[in-house]
């Protein structure tokens, strides 16, 4: 009832945040007679920040039209869906020139999925981590589709479907270029880890190389408020308390879901004192005419604010194996195949290949320690494929995201990525 409850108040709201979007135009402009009131600035703030306040926010789009490189030459992106699959696209965003030369030099380039978390906000959250990547690597990146827009006759997505979403991915760059690296941001370390574990007990080709970032692979290491919620709380209570079926006007109507307006409000219950100054701030740019101040608040929070729902049965499943019973730290986890058969988790079967743990000194969600614990996991990694960067100063999306990302996480990721080049023996095809 409470989902229905949400929709019948935006739908209610909707004209209203509409006429409000009219009115700051109106009192926004100096040739309406209201525009020249007095106070005519800050009435149109005030209709502004209640449009921002009251409107519906939708996924955004990735928009990376064209990268310019560092010697002044554009690439243009074609954004491109390589695979499908009922819960998630894996896109991929091909290089385009009409220089041969530098085309021939694209052809080199090694390919990288980026596993977008599946916790709330829309991967386009990455897109400055896309955006940075693309330029040296054929990038993939998995965007996952909002719950309720799937039809329940695709079934029920588990935390097992998304390990082997994950490996069906990893093969399909493989069979594309010969071989990739991985880069998983925040939720997405714990099954792209499992799912590469799986790999290497089968005997499978692995990727070069795993970079982990921000997530939560031993969620007892210097827990935050997130893990103390999920130790607090019993399994039941999520259960009962924050799950709820898609209403009816829906694809997915009937589908059991965690809905995107609860973990929108987690979030920002984590830190409200800094999002009720932050629309102040955005009263104040409004009201002084500072156009740059405002619209970096109007492209941040058009993303933060979109969110998207997630399946009951994923998003359950997540609290219990990986903040409840730390199965994957515990070496308990148990991955059911697309065969049905179960199979145990074994980091430590992991050979040849590199890891990279990414953590930041000031981020809230996932504490210190808890990414770096892969390599403890992976024990049959030798040191010289091991690489730990804690970096000083990053909150959780500082690490992939923003300027200490682009001048100093990227690049020490890319030289870590180039100690492991594609083995000679499996070329890679002709792709861009």
């Given amino acids: 009832m409470l989902y229905q409850l949400y929709e019948a108040q935006r739908q209610l709201i ?71 699959k009922p ?22 380039h090694p390919a990288v999925i980026i596993f977008a978390p599946l916790s709330g906000h829309h991967a386009t959250l990455e897109r400055d981590t896309v955006r940075t990547m693309v330029e040296g690597h054929k990038t993939y990146i998995t965007d996952w589709t909002d719950a309720r827009m799937v039809p329940t006759s695709e079934g029920v997505f588990h935390l097992d479907d998304y390990v082997n ?81 898609v209403p009816p006007k829906y694809p997915g109507a009937g589908r059991r879901v965690y809905p995107g307006f609860l973990q929108h409000a987690g979030f920002i219950s984590m830190n409200p004192g800094r999002h009720a100054s932050s629309h102040y701030d955005y009263f104040l740019s409004l009201i002084r005419g500072d156009d740059s101040s405002a619209e970096s608040h109007r492209k941040f929070y058009d993303e933060y604010n979109a969110v998207l729902d997630m399946d009951a049965a994923f998003y359950l499943e997540t609290i219990k194996t990986v903040f409840q019973d730390y199965a994957l730290a515990k070496g308990e986890w148990e991955v059911r195949s697309p065969e049905g058969k179960m199979e145990l988790v074994r980091p430590q079967d992991i050979k040849g290949m590199g890891l990279m743990t990414v953590e930041g000194s000031r ?45 100093f996480v990227y690049p020490k990721v890319k030289a870590f990525m180039a100690r492991f080049p594609q083995s000679a023996d499996k070329p890679a095809k002709a792709k861009k």
């Fill in 363 to 407: 981020d809230d969600i996932t504490g210190l320690g808890q990414t770096t614990a892969a390599i403890k996991l992976c024990s049959s990694l030798p040191p010289e494929n091991v690489y730990e960067l804690t970096v000083d100063g990053a909150g959780h999306y500082g690490i992939f995201s923003g300027r200490r990302w682009r001048t």
């Fill in 87 to 108: 819960f998630c696209e894996l896109r991929r965003f091909k290089r385009l020139s009409d220089k041969p030369e530098i085309l021939a030099e694209l052809l080199t």
């Fill in 165 to 245: 979403y994950a490996q069906e991915f990893i093969r399909h760059v493989q069979a594309e270029h010969g071989n990739c690296h991985v880069v998983c941001v925040c939720q997405s370390c714990v099954p792209v880890l499992g799912a590469i574990s799986l790999m290497a007990t089968h005997g499978e080709k692995l990727p070069l190389s795993m970079v982990l970032m921000g997530g939560p692979v031993d969620a007892r290491q210097s827990p935050t408020d997130v893990n103390a919620l999920a130790e607090r709380r019993s399994f039941s209570w999520f259960d009962n308390r924050l799950i709820y079926r």
């Fill in 14 to 84: 909707e004209p209203f945040a509409d006429m409000a979007d009219a009115a700051s135009h109106l009192y926004g402009n100096p040739y309406t007679p209201v525009g020249r009131l007095p106070l005519a600035s800050r009435i149109s703030a005030a209709y502004g920040l209640f449009y921002r306040l009251g409107k519906d926010y939708e996924k955004p789009e990735f928009n990376i039209g064209h990268v310019d490189r560092e010697d002044g030459t554009r690439l243009v992106i074609d954004e491109q869906v390589s695979l499908t």
